[in-house]
């Protein structure tokens, strides 16, 4: 059994190997009239597999540069079009070299680590304490969303120490604090769909009780009035609910 990984790379993978290996075929067929037929049924076959090509101006022609490409340049064809060349097409591409910056640590992110080298350099005074208050109040937030645990004041003294290459020494002054609702964890009534809402209100909705109205349910919002829930007379016209009980409540939809 032969694999795709032994196989010969495909030059556009949008075609599958099927068109590959027709291309292959085509390229062995010895009379030049047969081939032009061939190359026509793949360019068709290419058309279908990829019809977004449509969308340009002059498409056949990039189809027939492609078929010319997936051939290695070998299929001999009447080409209503300049073949490409095959020295333009091989030339390697350009890598794109990234710049990569160590970060000490990664949760705070390369802009927090800037924002402490900068403050290292202010000179001592009630300007540099409130701009590392805010500082340590960012390092707090920005741990707490990849880790479980508080960063504590040792912690962020420590970090500081690192970051700065010891050039700043954590003092009372520069200690930030988080409001408490922060640290609160979302709970599954915030994750409901029905956000701060009971699954059992029964604001406008139908609710179903023992209401003499000569055996139907009446719409109520418990005023009086004739707008809001409705609300069954009997237990008889209120099938589908555990009895023994006085009011019956329909639970809301999710």
């Not at 010969?8 to 081939?35: C, H, N, W």
């Not at 597999?49 to 189809?63: A, I, T």
């Not at 209503?80 to 000490?104: G, M």
Request: aromatic share 12%.
């Amino acid at each position: 059994m032969e694999y795709n990984t032994q196989r010969r790379p495909l030059v556009y993978t949008e075609y599958g190997r099927g068109i590959q290996t027709m291309v292959d075929f085509a390229v062995k067929i010895p009379s030049k009239t047969a081939r032009n037929r061939a190359a026509q049924t793949i360019l068709r076959f290419m058309e279908v597999l990829n019809p977004q090509v449509r969308e340009l101006d002059d498409y056949m022609h990039k189809l027939y540069d492609q078929l010319i490409i997936m051939s290695d340049f070998k299929l001999d064809i009447d080409n209503p079009y300049p073949a490409p060349e095959a020295v333009k097409v091989s030339a390697p591409a350009t890598p794109f070299v990234y710049r990569q910056t160590p970060i000490k640590f990664r949760y705070y992110g390369k802009t927090l680590e800037a924002m402490i080298l900068k403050a290292a350099q202010m000179p001592d005074g009630a300007e540099k304490d409130a701009a590392l208050n805010l500082i340590t109040v960012q390092m707090k937030k920005s741990y707490y969303l990849w880790n479980d645990d508080i960063l504590s004041d040792d912690l962020v003294a420590e970090h500081l120490h690192i970051i700065s290459g010891g050039k700043i020494t954590y003092t009372d002054a520069m200690k930030g604090e988080v409001y408490s609702s922060f640290y609160n964890k979302p709970g599954l009534e915030r994750k409901n769909k029905y956000i701060n809402v009971s699954a059992y209100e029964n604001t406008g909705r139908r609710s179903y009780g023992n209401y003499h109205n000569n055996g139907h349910y009446s719409r109520s919002n418990g005023n009086g009035n004739d707008s809001g829930s409705r609300r069954y007379n009997s237990r008889e016209n209120n099938p589908g609910f555990a009895p023994r009980t006085s009011v019956y409540k329909r639970r809301r939809p999710f």
